[in-house]
């Protein structure tokens, strides 16, 4: 059964630092292109960041020089380190995984609250 | 890049049909076949309920359809049921550009 389990998050003051971390099973990890998507409170979905199996990393323009995507194909686990937080980074980040081909993120975290507040 | 327009609210009775529109442009729903669309009850994560425009994943009923005229991409709803009740969102993965994903701004779908 495939699984993707997220841990981390929490409240942090402006300027802070914070690391996500997502566990995946049930699947090949290193095959498969990872997400990152956020969701702010009473917001829409939007993408953050993706890496994929060669380790390609990609970024939304907002957090570009202070988020940082990375794997562990040994330990199937995702991280996303979030520097420099401001208070509009405050959200529900999701972890997914992207399917095969063209299949769109098919499996995804249970979502990890980060708060950015003074 | 801006995120794909979507309607706010959508609503209908049970059994009826509804349609979501989901509106970008020739950089992104007019140029990939990469469209899906998402599924969000309260407090949940997505659940993808169509790709590649008109695609249905396995176990999603076929009362979910999709379609793409242009820049414009559509979800439809037939026969609404109660647990149809939840947040939609379009998206389009632009395959090497950035950003790599846009979503649209999401369709809150009320059953009567």
């Known amino acids: 059964e495939v699984q993707v389990v997220q841990s981390g998050g929490g409240q942090v003051k402006p300027g802070g630092s914070l690391r996500l971390s997502c566990a995946a099973s049930?699947?090949?990890?290193?095959?498969?292109?990872m997400n990152w998507v956020r969701q702010a409170p009473g917001k829409g979905l939007e993408w953050v960041s993706s890496?994929?199996?060669?380790?390609?990393?990609y970024y939304t323009d907002s957090v570009k020089g202070r988020f940082a995507i990375s794997r562990d194909n040994a330990r199937n686990s995702l991280y996303l380190q979030l520097n420099s937080l401001r208070a509009e980074d405050t959200a529900l980040y999701y972890c997914?995984?992207?399917?095969?081909?063209?299949?769109?993120?098919?499996?995804w975290g249970q979502g990890a609250l980060v708060i950015v507040s003074s | 890049q801006s995120a794909l327009t979507q309607p706010a609210s959508v609503s209908g009775s049970p059994g009826q049909s509804i349609t979501i529109s989901c509106i970008g442009t020739?950089?992104?729903?007019?140029?990939?076949?990469?469209v899906s669309w998402y599924q969000q009850h309260p407090g949940k994560a997505p659940k993808v309920v169509i790709y590649?425009?008109?695609n249905r994943p396995s176990g999603i009923s076929n009362r979910f359809s999709g379609s793409k005229s242009g820049n414009t991409a559509s979800l439809t709803i037939s026969g609404l049921q109660t647990e149809d009740e939840a947040d939609y969102y379009c998206?389009?993965?632009?395959?090497?550009?950035?950003?790599?994903?846009?979503f649209g701004t999401g369709t809150k779908v009320t059953v009567l």
């Open positions: 997914a995984r992207k399917g095969v081909g063209s299949t769109p993120m098919d499996y």
């Open positions: 049930g699947f090949t990890f290193r095959d498969y292109t």
């Open positions: 890496i994929n199996s060669l380790n390609y990393m």
């Open positions: 020739s950089s992104d729903v007019g140029t990939y076949n990469f």
């Open positions: 590649d425009v008109s």
């Open positions: 998206s389009v993965y632009t395959i090497d550009n950035t950003p790599l994903y846009v």
